[in-house]
DNA sequence: GACGTTGCAGCATTACATCA
DNA sequence: ATGATGTAATGCTGCAACGT
């Protein structure tokens, strides 16, 4: 009996022999998975299929192999499997499910970095929005004065031409009191053309 | 080249053992 | 006794190698 004939013959012996209950998930798909028989066989059956744990030293040998070398040859799977006195089907099936929980482990640890470096990233942008926003306010009284500096001059050269106060005047840049010495120019930007000045269009939304 | 068989890996799932 | 967790084992699928 080939394979395909033999899982034919197991899935027709379990369907006859009843099917008492599907997951969900699998419930929802076309072809439903097979069900495991539970072991609840005689002692004799018992002692042949029961789960057996490996000992601590058939563990130790077997991750200290799979530490070596995540594959398993042939060869070395009866070799290992004589060592520990194992069927090599076990040693087989030792190194997928190690090679699964090993997948995992990577995953959550992948995971966990990704993760802190993207709370890192929150942070920086939570510090660079409230400098921003600091920016923004200095911005608006840096405005404010300009328009009352303005005004005062406007009013001087009314009156008095003599008493004028013009921007060249000032003995010291006014924007120091802002902290903003060094950008003099930075006024001089009409609103929205930030656009144009490589990696700067992002201001635009703060205008 | 087409087809069947075999062996293996990956994955999902199940069943059992153990522990809190 | 029971639920959570860990893990050995099983079922299924896809792929590659090989023989016919």
Known sequence: MNKLEDQMALISQIYLGGYPQVAPQQAAESKPRRRRKKNKG????????????????????????????????????DRLASELGLDPRQVAVWFQNRRARWKNKKLEEEFSKLKSDHDEVVLEKCRLESEVTKLKEK??????EIQRLGERVDRG??????????????????????GLEGYDNVFYIAENSYNNIPGMEWMNMYM
């Open 42 to 77: 005689g002692e004799n059956n018992l002692s042949m299929t029961k789960k057996r744990k490996l000992s601590q030293e058939q563990v130790d040998l077997l991750e200290h192999h799979f530490g070596n070398e995540h594959k398993l040859e042939s060869e070395r799977k």
């Open 157 to 178: 050269s009314s009156n008095s031409p003599s008493s004028s106060l013009t921007m060249e005047a000032m003995d010291t840049p006014f924007l120091g009191e802002f």
């Open 139 to 144: 911005l608006c009284e840096a405005k404010k």
